[in-house]
């Protein structure tokens, strides 16, 4: 067996990538020179190799061909740039260790004491954009110091900086898989698709391929899913079909068997929601009934309270983790261990997204006992980053074309409308005739057709001529600007009115201003939502300038979007009062948290609506109960 020391040579060599001198390897490593010709030599005699290759002129390197021939349990983890250090000792100060000993960091990263200077001083750098975010250094200790809401502000940038292009950029994700060439799956994968004419979704077509480059993987080293029950009515389906296909295609390229469980498992991934239908959602574990969906809504609503991200209605990432869950329990009670040849450079390259994984294990162990190892939570951290990624990037409306014409003529239709509308819409798919249930397979957003068309889908209709002049780009235009409409609608039904409280809700009250401002922020402030210095922050607000409008209403709002958790309290009052320069009716008391801070343009756009419309105004300012106010704002 080899020694710490003799590991952590390796991992120095490889983290190099060049040549290094015996003196300084022993002068990082605190050892004399001979120590460490001596550590080399017992290093290639325990492989049996040449993996340290020597030169009196250059000193040693790592041999990258022996090294990948070597088991992966070596492969390095340990941060090897200055922007992955710096994120390295902020995900431990987050998340690990309140304070850090560097001479231990200086040993855990193979760096020189003046370099962590460099480092800290670049952290420094990063943390200045957050209020009260504070690296606090005593000696040779250093803490992270600040309050909770900007230290998870400061995460969740990092998250979005390291999952950038990563997680959906499939030639970005291609070097995670060292045995086989991904985009080649890629293409048999879409051929087969396209062989047996099913839709998938864009936003679930990454999630599919990080399933199948897993499965892919795993396969090619033996491993294969056993033991699946199987439901006879799947093998008909097109689904099965596709995935049958696909593997047959495969395995004319690369050495796996084909076997009827991967097959029947990415059938029932392609089959997304309707695969319920077919597999059982309760599990036993240790003699316990469990359901794998309450044990992903818990594990999901762990990552929202502790992290604020919110991939609770993600279908897509649900159906994986399903799917992945599943397998993972089956091979715990087995006693069977799924080898995660990607964890090193996860660990290395996307060490907050892995976090989140550790949080998904850590839940896991809580609700079943089951202890999760380091690879299968690098499984789940690639689902995390596909749907993080996914989720902080903006989506286009999907387009279906209905025209009978030929296709140089569609073609030329096609191109007009896309060059114009590039970057709010794409055209998924062009048809000949209007067939309700292959429309509703494809679920576009909206319709464009060349002919008059009538249907009794929920989808908005467009009918525009074959060489798209003006008059059709401005009912284009209109119909994305009424897409949007809706989709803010939704939004704020679904967002905000979770907002609006009950128990924060004020009809024909009497008070003036400042009395009601502290009236309603006490009623927060004792309920957990804002602390005590909330209501100064909107008193310093109101100094500025007054948060009354001309139509009667008003906005009181602190300083920073620093509520504990975020919340729209309202006020209707008997007789208007003085307020600034106006006299209002209603008021409106906005505790944003700083992760919400999207919500306000949701908001304003509802409220800009409403002040437009006198009529809608004054029904809001005649309501006398909380249902009575909801039930105004879902009817206007």
Known sequence: MLNKRQEKIIKLLDNSKCWMTGKEIAQLMGVSDRTIRSDIDTINRFYEKTLIESSVKNGYRICQEVLSSLPSEIQSCIPQTPEERCVYIIQKLLFDQKEIN?????????????????????????????????????????????????KR??????????????FLNL????????????????????????????????????????HIGVSVQRMLHHNYVEGIKVDEKILNNLEYQVASDFYVELS?????????????????????????????????????????????????????????????????????????????????????????????EIKRKYPLIFELGIKAARCLKKQTGLEISENEIGFFSLHFGSAYEKSNTVQKYRVLMVSVNDQALNNYCIQKITSRFKDRMEIIGQVKMFEEEKVKELNPDLILTTLPLKHRLN???????????????????????????????????????????????????????????????????????????????????????STSFNYGFALPHALNMDAKKSCISIAILNEPIEWGEFQVRLVVLLAIKDEDRKLLSTFFDWLSQVVSDSGRMNKLLNVSSYDEFIRQILEG
Not at 155 to 161: E, F, G, I, R
Not at 465 to 493: H, M
């Open 171 to 210: 030639n970005n994700m291609v070097s995670l898989y060292k045995d086989f060439d991904l985009l080649m799956v890629k293409d048999i994968f879409e051929q087969s698709v396209s062989k047996y004419d099913i839709s998938i979704k864009d936003t679930s077509m990454p999630m599919l391929l990080m």
């Open 459 to 545: 989808i908005l209709t467009v009918q525009v001529s074959l060489f798209i002049d003006n008059e059709d780009e401005s009912q284009i235009f209109q119909a994305l600007n009424e897409l949007d409409k809706r989709k803010s609608r939704k939004e704020f039904e679904t967002k905000l009115l979770d907002l609006i409280r009950p128990e924060f809700f004020y009809a024909n009250i009497t008070k003036e201003a400042s009395e009601l401002i502290s009236f309603m922020c006490k009623g927060l402030e004792k309920a957990g939502y804002i602390d005590d210095s909330f209501e100064k922050s909107v008193f310093k607000r109101e100094k500025i300038s």
């Open 252 to 344: 004319k390229h690369l050495c796996i068997k084909l076997v009827d469980d991967e097959i029947y498992s990415l059938a029932l991934l392609l089959m997304g929601n309707r695969s319920e239908e077919y597999t059982s959602d309760i599990i036993e574990i240790n003699g316990k009934e469990m359901s794998i969906s309450a044990l992903i809504h818990t594990m999901l609503d762990e990552i929202y309270e502790t992290y604020a991200i919110d991939f609770r209605t993600d279908f897509d990432l649900i159906t994986g983790l399903k799917m992945h869950l599943r397998s993972l329990i089956n091979r715990k009670l087995y006693g069977t261990e799924a080898q995660n040849v990607y964890l090193p």
């Open 102 to 150: 560097l001479m231990d960091l200086q040993d855990q990263v193979f760096i020189s004491g003046y370099t962590i200077d460099n480092d800290l001083k670049k952290i420094r750098k990063m943390i200045e954009p957050y209020d009260g975010l504070k690296i606090h250094r005593s000696k040779n200790f250093i803490s992270l110091v600040g309050d909770e809401q900007s």
């Open 153 to 166: 502000k400061l995460y969740k940038d990092l998250l979005t900086k390291e999952t950038k292009g990563n």
